[in-house]
């Protein structure tokens, strides 16, 4: 394998179409791109569209299976079963004596869980006292499977802390061969009856999606393909496909962390908002501080101990159809001219669109009859969000949603008459009310997160994002861009995706062992599962309301060296600097550095106020990585950063009825930046820093970004 020639694969398993992308191993450029019909009726269901999908991809760019040196999928499988109610009998053995046995006997009620309409849950429970009763166990277990139980789940009170009576169950069932899961092994927060839950939904989907990992892993290697196979999570990273086999649940959702992922790899976002548009709807995202934002999700109506990305969606997208009344335009959406079944006004042709005249329907039953189509000489039309982004120029060359400027602008001109304005005014005012929903999402978004509207950018990806983003930006005055390749940002996001594992632990008065071994357990998982073990990093969040210890590793299976022929020069990343602290370059300085990293600052003055002195720190392509509203910098060595952090951390801790809080501190070192600033006590912080430097040369320049929090 020569290095020149080496290529990631992505490959987005959708609905309707497989999109797969090669993207150079080297560069991270986009070198192929194919696309086939998801094969869901196939005898090897979606896997033979994956292999058709990764064939034509490599003879497009003249690789062979040697070549790729990462591959990994993401699907809607394990979505759409839950959904549709495609889902096995789980076999739910409850433990527990007592008061306990109460609130174990209460998990027999998650067969009322509906899954889509008119279909519920399917389980078989049955309960024991004593998990190592060989006797009643079996007896517990014939019962599951005589109710017809494909997976078995064992689940007790306190089996966080005593999983041992759990593994008993699992030990007894294991010769029945029907797969096997322990409600601590899914999830290690308290609470009986979500955890049980989330550990029943995923054994749910077990079999059809342990069947399709055994076929699209045997037909990968059938093809020649030595690389790692990875899956798509829901949180924006990828994990092993041992791992899927044992927690297939986080692939639900993993549809729009795709997206996310790419726009955080490929666009290199550290602070924004991503949307992904479609046709009919936007998926709105945010990227704080370079990471997605995640949450726990809720499933089938319920919450779960799901992490997943925090995605918004609002009926507006590409195709969003138009709704006048009175003369004026008092809506877009939720109604699509695909879900209508009506073409674009603006791919159109000019002749189509001759004596066109404004019409109002109802495109579906139960919709309001204000739906605006253009009746022409060709036929009906819809009046669409596209079109009007087209007629006022938005729509960038090459774009897959581009089309002749003047036919959109035809297209607007009966709208324009009905409102009494020119074509232009018409399409703002169909764009303006698209973007007022999505804006509402976004500012909500930013809002929640607290994202520093001075460095937040809107990023724009799928194959409508030119109908929402460029606009949007206008009216937010936020900066924006389209995402290269847009229409396969997906794709893009699942080949350039990151190994991720999340590890939370509920600890009440964590000490710096205790944070150090969930920290060490996060970085275990993540090499376990084929990350480099030189460039994994680990985020670790102590939050002291809920006693949770959170610590959330990534890495990449390789160690990426990118081509640096094209990396931006000094004055290039000081221009990126000085644009986003807002101020002339001339009063930006480079204040501190490393050899991936440089750090600028600037000095605001305020009247009656403290000075501050916000800082960036951009990367070597130019992109602006980290931004603090008021910070103190340091540079230091490895070998003398033990003292000096203690110094840092001692003088910018605050002290407070809300208790001790040291401040956000965060680390350039070589090509990472080690995030502690989810660590409130200086002593952990401390600790978690020393982690962090341990296996580094003594001489090794490390810059400190400190944050106060008074």
Known sequence: MTPDRRVRVGIDVGGTFTDAVAVDATTLALVGQ???????????????????????????????PADVTFLAHGTTQATNALLEGDVARVGLVGIGTGPGAVLTRRLAALGRLELAPGKRLPLAYAHVADPFDAEEVGAALRRVRDAGAEVLVASEPFGVDRPEGERAVLDAARPTGLPVAAAHEITSLYGLHKRTRTAVVNAAILPRMLA????????ITKAGVTAPLMVMRCDGGVMSLDEMRRRPLLTVLSGPAAGVAGALMQERISEGVFLETGGTSTDVSVVRRGKVAVRHATILGKASYLNALDVRTVGVGGGSMVRVSAGRVVGVGPRSAHIAGLPYACFADLADLRDAKVVTVRPMDGDPDDHVVLEAAGGRFAVTMTCAANALGLVPEGDFARCDQEVARAALAALAAELGTDPAGAARAVLDAGAAQVRTVVDAMIRDYRLDRDTAILVGGGGGAAAVTPHLASLTSLEGRIARHNEVISPIGVALALVRE???????????EQILAVRAEAERAVIAQGAAADGVEVEVTVDPQTSTVRAVATGATELRTQDRAHRAGDAERLSAAAASLKAPPARVEAVAGTEAYTVYATEVRRRW??????VRVVDADGVVRLGAADARVETTTVGAAGETLASLVRDGTSYGDGGVRAPAVRLLVGGRIADLSGVLDPEALLALARSELRARAADEPVVAVVESRA
């Open 212 to 219: 399709t990992a055994d076929l699209v892993d045997a037909s």
């Open 609 to 614: 106020r403290a000075r501050r002195r916000p």
């Open 34 to 64: 194919v696309k086939v019909p998801t094969s869901h009726h196939h005898e090897d269901g979606v896997a033979h569209g994956i292999v058709q999908a990764l064939d034509r991809l490599l003879d497009q760019v003249g690789r062979g």
């Open 502 to 512: 999340q590890v939370e632990r509920i600890v009440p008065g964590a000490t710096q």
